[in-house]
């Protein structure tokens, strides 16, 4: 029987009190078994390289930084190798190619991605590519200048999206590996409706659909994705709140469930999960239910492996709570557990 997956958590704080969690998941109950912790400040966002043995995290000590971790499987669980700037300020999103080969960065306040090599030994070298966004959009305080919010490498790591929040549009660059340069696409930059935001995008597990949901505007885009160009095409965009919902709230992250079968979205101010079913032959959304988080501003949330929980941190109230999968629904039930993290803002099982 193998190992039981290590979820690794960043906990937001100014100073080294908060850092990066680590806690052994325990499969059939959801129930997330604390193991220790990394003291970082200002640790933002995470993930594993394929091989699960290295996790890189950008932090925003001193501008902007990229960190690489060997992971340790005794108690302890992170030995830190090293670190480089992440060529901007304000890194929000770090992203691994499926290779083991680069680490890509989205700088949201600094308006850059950048692209770093990464050595046999796990460590990262110093950047070899930084491309800076141009534009702006319609919003008069969250689009004056470009915001890139996440940076997704394609399913066949030819390509590299970044949605980027302040231009409403999602960039496409083909990843050369051999000069280690991200090159725009021949696809034109994806554009979205004015004042949407767009945030993060991630691929059905069968390749051929994308979605990307929209901070400002409450929605989720749904896309057919060309293999062959890169290309993205929009099928439709609905919207992730009720519709008796006339509050304030702003989206934040987005997944497929590993059967492709549903869809979350999370809703910072209504502070819920919308669930969604997937058409599988044309990609399209159809709402199931908004569930509530238990908590407040749920920014990140992720789902096990296995796709039986779904565990969502919710920043203001330093609270993650599990819910349980419906294998059958796709409907979420809270399970009972919770855990204490100083404002979490992302999950990621190796």
């Known amino acids: 029987m193998g190992q039981p997956p290590t979820a690794y958590v960043c906990g937001f704080t ?8 680590s806690y052994e998941l325990d499969e059939p109950e959801g129930r997330l078994g604390e193991r220790g912790r990394m003291g970082i400040a200002g640790v933002a966002y995470l ?5 699960g043995s290295h996790l890189y995290a950008v932090n925003r000590a001193e501008g902007g930084q990229v960190s690489a971790f060997r992971i340790d499987q005794r108690p302890a669980g992170l030995i830190e190798l090293n ?3 992440s060529s901007g300020t304000a890194p929000a999103y770090v992203s691994v190619d499926s290779q083991g080969q680069y680490v890509f960065v989205a700088n949201y306040a600094g308006g850059t991605v950048a692209m770093l090599p990464i050595s046999s030994d796990g460590r990262l070298e110093s950047p070899c590519d930084v491309v800076e966004h141009e534009g702006s959009s319609i919003h008069p305080d969250r689009q004056t200048a470009p915001h890139p919010h996440s940076i997704v490498p394609s399913p066949d790591d030819l390509f590299a999206y970044v949605p980027d929040l302040g231009t409403d549009t999602i960039e496409i660059y083909e990843i050369d590996y051999r000069d280690g340069r991200l090159r725009s696409a021949d696809p034109s930059p994806v554009r979205l409706q004015s004042g949407a935001g767009p945030r993060h995008l991630t691929f059905h597990p069968e390749g051929r ?3 990307v949901i929209n901070e400002l505007d409450s929605t989720i885009t749904a896309f057919n994705y060309d293999v062959e160009t890169g290309a993205l095409e929009e099928i439709e965009t609905v919207r992730t709140l009720p519709e008796q919902f006339n509050g304030e709230s702003f989206c934040a992250d987005v997944h497929v469930h590993p059967s492709g079968e549903w869809l979350y979205g999370s809703n910072r101010g209504h502070d819920s999960i919308v669930v969604m079913s997937i058409d599988n032959s044309t990609g399209c959304l159809d709402t199931i239910s908004h569930v509530s988080t ?3 501003w749920p920014r990140h949330f992720a789902i096990d492996p296995a796709g039986r929980h779904l565990f969502v941190e919710n920043r203001h109230s330093n609270t993650i709570v599990t819910f349980a999968i419906d294998g059958k629904t796709g409907e979420l039930t809270p399970t009972g557990h919770r855990q204490n993290v100083p404002e979490p803002l992302c999950l990621q099982f190796v």
């Open 209 to 211: 659909f994308a979605y």
């Open 47 to 51: 993930t594993s390289d394929p091989t």
């Open 14 to 21: 100014e100073d080294e009190s908060g850092g990066i969690y």
């Open 83 to 85: 670190r480089q700037s």
């Open 294 to 296: 238990q908590g407040k």
